[in-house]
């Protein structure tokens, strides 16, 4: 029961770190999922994934020889911080309403398949009026699940490579 208790607990505080880094790291790293229902379903999962992970670390912070007192304090305090996190994940959808909307392709790669200049369209819907902005992006499909967008200047394609694509 004791290592039940523990690998809950340690596996709680792995999906907290994840489901809190992967926001921090994509402010870094371009990496994007390719369609939007599996962005949407992680969104999901990790809207009610911390809180409850959150709860789920009381199987290792609750010991068997603590006072009643203290047992209570760290269900109270865990309790609020579950309850601030989906306060704050709430307050985080509708904190960034703009989003980026792949358009038409216009080039492929000769030789990689998953290589592909395409137009991109990052807009607020509306919550803004003006028209969306447009910009050229070199997409890299790294896996059926994810992309590589990159920006790139098409006056400096080398046209040996690439392949127009006529819509």
């Given at each position: 029961m004791i290592y039940f208790k523990k690998i809950i607990f340690f596996i709680s505080i792995v999906l907290i770190i994840f489901w809190v880094s992967t926001p921090i790291i994509g402010l870094f790293i371009p990496l994007e999922f390719s369609n939007r229902e599996?962005?949407?379903?992680?969104?999901?999962?990790?809207?009610y994934g911390i809180p409850?992970?959150?709860?789920?670390?009381?199987?290792?912070?609750?010991?068997?020889?603590?006072?009643?007192?203290?047992?209570?304090g760290k269900i109270v305090v865990t309790f609020i911080i579950s309850g601030l996190s989906i306060f704050f994940l709430f307050i985080s959808i509708f904190a960034n309403m703009c989003d980026t909307t792949n358009g038409k392709t216009l080039?492929?790669?000769?030789?990689?398949?998953?290589?592909?200049?395409i137009?991109?369209?990052?807009?607020?819907?509306a919550?803004?009026?003006s028209p969306p902005n447009v910009s050229i992006y070199k997409v890299r499909q790294l896996t059926k699940y994810f992309i590589y967008p990159t920006k790139i200047d098409t006056n400096d394609?080398?046209?040996?490579?690439?392949?127009?694509?006529?819509?």
């Open positions: 599996l962005e949407s379903a992680f969104e999901h999962i990790r809207f409850i992970s959150i709860l789920l670390t009381l199987f290792g912070s609750i010991k068997t020889n603590e006072s009643k007192g203290n047992i209570a080039f492929e790669n000769k030789q990689n398949e998953n290589l592909k200049i137009e991109r369209e990052y807009g607020c819907g919550t803004d009026s394609l080398d046209k040996n490579e690439w392949l127009k694509i006529n819509d």
